[in-house]
């Protein structure tokens, strides 16, 4: 009975530990323009306008604020200010969700919440 009750404490506790290493805390980052989830946001941002028949051009001038989250993947939250809009730049929040190990590389990146701009 003792060895079925420290079984289960070692079970819980190790657990316990890998349970904290897949839910982090978002830390910050610098991303690269480059980077395939920045690119993949872009393209939202760009989908995001031309659904409310804006199709201005819109670059990316910088990223403002970057975290990442280790998640069931990886969750980045990215602010970027983007020119290209008739008010002028525009500052806009949008997630990225990157799960790398499905197998169809179109799933792997997903918008994970509803983009906001302010211009």
């Known amino acids: 009975m003792k060895s079925i009750l420290a079984l289960s404490a070692s079970l819980a506790l190790l657990f316990t530990v890998n349970a904290s290493r897949m839910l982090e805390e978002p830390t910050e980052f610098s991303p690269n323009r480059s980077d395939p989830e920045v690119i993949f946001a872009m393209k939202c941002l760009k989908n995001f306008f031309t659904s409310q028949d804006d199709t201005a051009n819109r670059t990316l001038v910088k990223v403002v604020h970057a975290t990442k989250q280790t998640v069931q993947g990886t969750l980045y939250r990215y602010q970027?200010?983007?020119?290209?809009?008739?008010?002028?730049?525009?500052?806009?929040?949008?997630?990225?969700?990157?799960?790398?190990?499905?197998?169809?590389?179109?799933?792997?990146l997903e918008l994970a919440e509803q983009i906001t701009c302010d211009v």
């Not at 949008?94 to 799933?107: H, M």
């Open 80 to 108: 970027f200010e983007i020119s290209g809009g008739a008010n002028g730049n525009e500052i806009c929040d949008i997630s990225v969700w990157n799960r790398p190990w499905l197998p169809d590389p179109s799933l792997r």
